[in-house]
T-cell receptor, first 116, second 113 residues
Framework: EAGVTQFPSHSVIEKGQTVTLRCDPI?????LYWYRRVMGKEIKFLLH????????ESGMPNNRFLAERTGGTYSTLKVQPAELEDSGVYFC??????????????FGSGTRLTVV | AQKITQTQPGMFVQEKEAVTLDCTYD???????LFWYKQPSSGEMIFLIY??????QNATEGRYSLNFQKARKSANLVISASQLGDSAMYFC??????????FGAGTTVTVRA
């Protein structure tokens, strides 16, 4: 089966511009997560979708970040307008949930975002 | 709140030797899961091993084993017979009551020939 796919792998944008990151989870995985690692810091949770619904968005840093998951399939994370501190690697992960037990998380390769 | 601590920013290990990566955690959740991930230079996060808080035995997956000491709140990863391809950053992570993972700062392992 195909893994979690993220696009683009790298993005360099100017401060103030908009960038949209995309994540295609493993087919059939209802749970989709976004994480990010800014330079020198730990990997931090951003938000969690269950199908198309936002289950937990407590990690979203501010309202410049907008995540969507249309139809419960792929997800997008838009940053508008981008700031320098948004630079980092954005990871997407998906997992399967079954009868009270969540199985392993599969991560994508990440999108390296550089804001200049 | 959950916290994962990895105190070793970087380690060197000789090929074919074993290496232990430290991980301590703090949580008030009675049920939790502990994970180790490998991130090679290519960037992807590769799942290595999982330990549930109620598991009686330490988890093992091939050359990877997890030394789980619940009372000490530690979940150290042991890589046996290190290979050059093991050079990567390794992250310890924990899932508590919710579904999100909390990560440690990571440990960079460099395997020397």
């Amino acid at each position: 089966e195909a893994g979690v796919t993220q696009f683009p792998s790298h993005s360099v944008i100017e401060k103030g511009q908009t960038v949209t990151l995309r994540c295609d989870p493993i087919s059939g995985h209802d749970n989709l997560y976004w994480y990010r690692r800014v330079m020198g810091k730990e990997i931090k949770f951003l938000l969690h979708f269950v199908k198309e619904s936002k289950q937990d968005e407590s990690g979203m840093p501010n309202n410049r970040f907008l995540a969507e998951r249309t139809g419960g399939t792929y997800s997008t994370l838009k940053v508008q307008p981008a700031e320098l501190e948004d630079s980092g690697v954005y990871f997407c992960a998906s997992s399967q949930y079954n009868a009270g037990r969540i199985y392993g998380y599969t991560f994508g390769s990440g999108t390296r975002l550089t804001v200049v | 709140a959950q916290k994962i601590t990895q105190t070793q920013p970087g380690m060197f290990v000789q090929e074919k030797e074993a290496v232990t990566l430290d991980c301590t955690y703090d949580t008030s959740d009675p049920s939790y899961g502990l994970f180790w991930y490998k991130q090679p230079s290519s960037g992807e996060m590769i799942f290595l091993i999982y330990q549930g808080s109620y598991d009686q035995q330490n988890a093992t997956e091939g050359r990877y084993s997890l030394n789980f000491q619940k009372a000490r709140k530690s979940a150290n990863l042991v890589i046996s017979a290190s290979q050059l391809g093991d050079s990567a950053m390794y992250f310890c992570a924990m899932r508590g009551d919710g579904y999100k993972l909390s990560f440690g700062a990571g440990t960079t392992v460099t395997v020397r020939a």
